[in-house]
């Protein structure tokens, strides 16, 4: 049985990387969630103290600017937002959960969580995986340019002598 109700795939490209953290944008949860994004956040207005800045953020109109140009969406007045946007951490995505308390809010909310584990496995990964590799390059690097150098040399043709053109008689 799948217990997936949205493709992970679908969430993970929803989690963006700002200041350094992982993070869901308000519109993007409100649309996982088939709720307005002004009713979204509406509740976390009204639950503020449930989402300390390091469970969620406002993002600052260089940051927004950016997302928008990124992702060419709408612009200001013109049907676009008059807000700029929220950023929501691991954390406050998991906050959301108190107070968005639909079946469907739940259901898409253990499947974020299951993303940002996803995510979060793959990315120490790939982070041990690379100190793997950098630690073989410096223990072979020694021994690795002297093969290097040798084979720089091999692919240098050698110089050779160049026949005169043109016909030479036997006196010559």
Do not use: C, W
């Amino acid at each position: 049985m799948n217990r997936e109700i949205i493709p992970r795939e679908t969430i993970e490209r929803r989690i963006f990387l700002i200041r350094g953290k992982k993070v869901m944008l308000d519109s993007d949860l409100a649309e996982l969630y088939s709720v307005p994004t002004k009713r979204l956040n509406e509740q976390v207005r009204r639950n503020s103290v449930r989402f300390p800045e390091d469970f969620m953020f406002e993002l600052t109109k260089d940051e927004a600017r950016v997302l928008r140009s990124h992702f060419a969406t709408s612009k200001k007045g013109r049907g676009g937002r008059r807000y700029r946007p929220y950023a929501f951490t691991e954390q406050g995505v998991a906050m959301l959960s108190t107070v968005l308390k639909s079946e469907q809010a739940i259901k898409i909310n253990i499947e974020i969580m299951r993303a940002f584990v996803q995510l979060r496995y793959l990315l120490s990964s790939n982070a041990d995986l690379k100190r793997k590799v950098e630690a073989i390059e410096l223990k072979y690097d020694a021994q690795f340019a002297i093969v290097f150098d040798e084979l720089r040399h091999l692919k240098v043709p050698p110089l050779r002598k160049k026949r005169p053109i043109g016909f030479r008689s036997s006196g010559e």
